[in-house]
């Protein structure tokens, strides 16, 4: 009897587990639903939600949109270019001048980022929103520390 209990009770505990691990391909990073917004529409959640967390003024609720408006509409070229070249040329890979050329530039809009919104926000937000900088970076590196578990 104690060993049907203790084989029922792994079998339960293995299901559950595997369970987890679907949920949590199934869940994504929130990217599909932002991506049927138009920039617009992006760019004034994201400028409400830092508005909530950080409680900004009404002039600096209107900086910040307009800079998530330029940053929305960057975004949504990039990945029309992305799209586009994904059906022109499936497979290509780039070369190592092509790679550092993008990190430069990603690093670039970064620091110009970090610059405008430090101009924007009083020394109090701009620390929060550091903050909600690196747990955001931090989200997106779980992902990645789990698939290297895996393999």
């Known amino acids: ?7 029922a009770i792994v079998l339960c505990s293995m299901q559950l587990s595997a369970q987890d691990r679907k949920q949590m391909h199934k ?5 599909e639903k932002m991506q049927t917004y138009t920039p617009e529409e992006r760019a004034q959640l994201q400028t409400k939600k ?3 967390a950080l409680d900004l003024n009404e002039a600096q609720q209107q900086q ?3 800079l998530q408006l330029e940053n929305a ?8 270019k992305r799209k586009s ?3 022109a040329q499936e497979a ?3 070369s190592s001048d092509e790679k550092l050329q993008m990190k430069n530039a990603r690093l670039d ?3 110009a980022q970090k610059s405008k919104m430090k101009t924007i926000l009083n020394d109090e937000q701009y620390s929060k929103w550091e903050n909600f900088q690196e747990k955001r970076l931090e989200e997106r590196r779980e992902p990645m520390k789990h698939r290297k578990q895996r393999k």
Do not use: D
């Open 109 to 111: 809009k970064q620091i």
């Open 27 to 31: 869940k994504g990073n929130g990217n």
């Open 85 to 87: 070249a994904k059906t």
């Open 64 to 66: 910040v949109l307009a």
């Open 1 to 7: 009897m104690k060993k049907l209990l203790i084989i």
């Open 73 to 80: 509409e960057e975004r949504n070229l990039r990945m029309e």
């Open 50 to 52: 830092l508005t909530l």
């Open 92 to 94: 290509r890979s780039f």
